[in-house]
C-alpha cells in the first residue's frame, strides 16, 4: 500500500514515531561527561579542570554557558560569580574585560596558579578533535552559540542540555540537528509515563537522576534509539552506585570523578 505524504506525516503524529539527532559518535560503548569538567583537582569550569578531564579520557566536558553584559559567552555554573571567583555580583552585569579580571578560587589555598572564567571560544578551541562538549545552556542565545560551534567545526562534537522550553524551539530552529537532551521529570516512575514524555517531546538524548531509571524504561529508550546518560555525581558517589547503574544497563553517566569512573570500568573489562 502507498501512502501520500501528508497521510504519512499525520500516521508519524499519531503514534508519536519520530527520528531522534544521533549523539556525537565516541569511541567508548559507555559514556562518561565530567560534570563541570575533572574538577577533582582543579576548579570547576576552568580550562585546566577540561584539559584534566581530556586527560583523564572522559567523552564529554560538560560546561555551563552563559552570556556578559556586552553580549560574550562564558562558562559558569551559578548566575552569581560569589562562590567561584574574587568577585561579587551577577555575571550577567559584567563585561568580558571584568570578567576576565578576577580570580577563580582555587581548592589548593596554597597553591601560586591562577585560574580565570573561560571564553566559550577558549573551550571550543580546547576540545576541538579531543573531547566532546556537553553544554548545558544556562542563559545564551542558541543561533549566537551555533555560530561560534560552527566557526570552530564542532557541530559533530557537541550536545545540548535544554533547561527550557523557549531554549528547545531556539535550538530546533537554529540547528535542527543538534541533538538536545532533556531530563526526566521525577515525576516518571515507569515505561507508561516515559513513553508519554518521549511522545510529546521527542528528546534526543534522555538525562534525570540514575536511580529513577529501571531495566524496563533504559530498555523502552533503547527501541526509540535514544541514549540515557544520567546524572550520578554526588557527596558520596562511587563503585556501588556505579554497579547500580550497570545493572539497570545504563550505558553512559554524567559523574563528578571521571578518572575513577574510568577506572572503575576499565577493571570490569567495560572500556
Not at 539527532?21 to 582543579?42: C, E, L, M, Q, T
Not at 538525562?207 to 541514549?227: N, W
Amino acid at each position: 500500500m502507498q501512502f501520500s505524504l501528508i497521510s504519512f506525516i499525520a500516521l508519524i503524529l499519531s503514534t508519536g514515531f519520530f527520528n531522534p539527532n544521533p549523539a556525537p559518535k565516541s569511541k567508548h560503548k559507555f559514556i562518561i561527561a565530567a560534570h563541570r569538567g575533572d574538577h577533582v583537582i582543579y576548579p570547576e569550569n576552568t580550562l585546566e579542570a577540561y584539559q584534566q578531564a581530556i586527560k583523564n579520557e572522559a567523552d564529554y566536558v560538560e560546561i555551563d554557558l552563559r552570556t556578559t553584559k556586552d553580549g560574550e559567552l562564558v562558562s559558569m555554573h551559578d548566575g552569581s560569580i560569589n562562590r567561584m571567583t574574587d568577585g561579587k555580583g551577577q555575571l550577567k552585569d559584567f563585561t568580558l574585560a571584568e570578567l576576565l579580571q578576577l580570580k577563580v578560587k582555587s581548592k589548593d589555598t596554597s597553591g601560586k596558579e591562577t585560574f580565570r572564567i573561560p571564553t566559550f571560544k577558549q573551550i571550543l578551541k580546547l576540545c576541538k578533535n579531543r573531547i566532546g562538549i556537553y553544554l548545558d545552556f544556562k542563559a545564551a542565545d542558541p543561533e549566537q552559540a551555533y555560530q561560534m560551534i560552527k566557526e570552530y567545526g564542532m557541530e559533530k562534537q557537541v550536545l545540548v542540555y535544554i533547561n527550557s522550553a523557549a531554549q528547545f524551539t531556539g535550538w530546533r530552529k537554529a540547528a535542527p540537528k543538534m541533538p538536545l537532551m532533556l531530563s526526566l521529570p521525577d515525576s516518571v516512575k515507569n515505561t507508561a509515563g516515559m513513553k508519554s514524555f518521549i511522545d510529546q517531546y521527542h528528546p534526543d538524548i534522555l538525562d534525570g537522576g540514575y536511580s529513577q531509571y529501571t531495566s524496563d524504561m533504559v530498555a523502552l529508550a533503547g527501541e526509540y534509539h535514544i541514549p540515557v546518560w544520567p546524572d550520578i555525581q554526588s557527596a558520596g558517589e562511587g563503585p556501588a552506585d556505579w554497579n547500580k547503574a550497570l545493572a539497570v544497563g545504563l550505558k553512559g553517566l554524567q559523574t563528578d570523578h571521571p578518572a575513577a569512573l574510568v577506572k572503575f570500568l576499565k577493571e570490569k573489562g567495560l572500556r
